[in-house]
C-alpha cells in the first residue's frame, strides 16, 4: 500500500541551529515527490518538486533532496519566519496526490 | 494575493443543515480537487475533477457531493452534515503536477 510518513512529527529549533526533515515513502511508480510549507490558518504553498533520486533544489534556506526511498528538506540558519508545518507529498501512477501528516517546525529566537 | 478563493473561511452549523462550501479559481486550470484536513493528520482527498462536468470521489468515503460547471467553480455541498463532519476543508487546483497544486485558504467547518 502506497504511505508516505514524515518525521519527525515536531522540532523544535533554535534561530541558526540548522537540521533536516524527513520524508520516507513506499509507493509504487512514483512520478514526483513534492514539498509544502503550510501556515496556521492557510492552505498549503509549494515549495519544491523532485522527480529523480539525486536530485536536489534549493530556495533561500530550504534545500530539499530525493533517494529513492526517502526525501529530506534541509533548513540552514533557520530564522522564526521558517516556522509552519512542512508537508510531504508523493505523485503516484494515477497521478494521484498521497500527503504525508507533516512536521511542525518551530524557530525560536 | 489568492488565485484560489474559498468562502466562507469559517462556518459552524447545526446538525442536519444542508451547507456548500464554495471555491473558485482563476488561473483556468482544469484540474480541481477537494482535500480534508484534521490537525496533524495528513490530508485526504474527497473529491476531484478532471475538467467541466467530470468529477470523481476520492479515496476518504464522504457523504459529500461536488459539481463542476464551470471550469473556475467547483463548490462542495454536504446534504445533512454531521458532527463527525466537523473538520477544515481544503480546495486546490493544478495545471499539470510539475509545480504541484494551488491550495485555498480553506474552510473550517463546526457542526454542533
Known amino acids: 500500500e502506497d504511505q508516505v510518513t514524515q518525521s519527525p512529527e515536531a522540532l523544535r529549533l533554535q534561530e541558526g541551529e540548522s537540521s533536516s526533515l524527513n520524508c520516507s515513502y513506499t509507493?509504487?511508480?512514483?512520478?514526483?515527490l513534492f514539498w509544502y510549507r503550510q501556515d496556521p490558518g492557510k492552505g498549503p504553498e509549494f515549495l519544491f518538486t523532485?522527480?529523480?533520486a539525486g536530485e536536489e533544489k534549493e530556495k533561500e534556506r530550504l534545500k530539499a533532496t530525493l533517494t529513492k526511498k526517502e526525501s529530506f528538506l534541509h533548513i540552514t540558519a533557520p530564522k522564526p519566519e521558517d516556522s509552519a508545518t512542512y508537508l510531504c507529498?508523493?505523485?503516484?501512477?494515477?497521478?494521484?496526490?498521497?500527503f504525508g501528516a507533516g512536521t511542525r517546525l518551530t524557530v525560536k529566537p | 494575493e489568492a488565485d484560489i478563493y474559498q468562502t466562507p473561511r469559517y462556518l459552524v452549523i447545526g446538525t442536519g443543515k444542508k451547507i456548500t462550501l464554495e471555491c473558485s479559481q482563476t488561473?483556468?486550470?482544469?484540474?480541481m480537487y477537494w482535500y480534508q484536513q484534521d490537525p496533524g493528520m495528513e490530508l485526504h482527498l474527497i473529491h476531484y475533477?478532471?475538467?467541466?462536468?467530470?468529477?470523481e470521489k476520492g479515496d476518504l468515503s464522504s457523504e459529500s457531493t461536488v459539481s463542476r460547471i464551470r471550469t473556475e467553480h467547483f463548490p462542495l455541498t454536504l446534504e445533512s452534515a454531521r458532527p463527525s463532519h466537523t473538520s477544515q476543508y481544503l480546495c486546490?487546483?493544478?495545471?499539470?503536477?510539475?509545480?504541484?497544486?494551488?491550495f485555498g485558504s480553506g474552510t473550517r467547518l463546526t457542526v454542533v
Open positions: 475533477s478532471y475538467g467541466v462536468n467530470s468529477t
Open positions: 488561473m483556468g486550470h482544469d484540474k
Open positions: 523532485l522527480y529523480s
Open positions: 507529498a508523493v505523485c503516484i501512477y494515477n497521478n494521484d496526490m498521497r
Open positions: 509507493v509504487s511508480g512514483l512520478r514526483g
Open positions: 486546490a487546483s493544478s495545471e499539470g503536477t510539475a509545480n504541484g497544486y494551488t
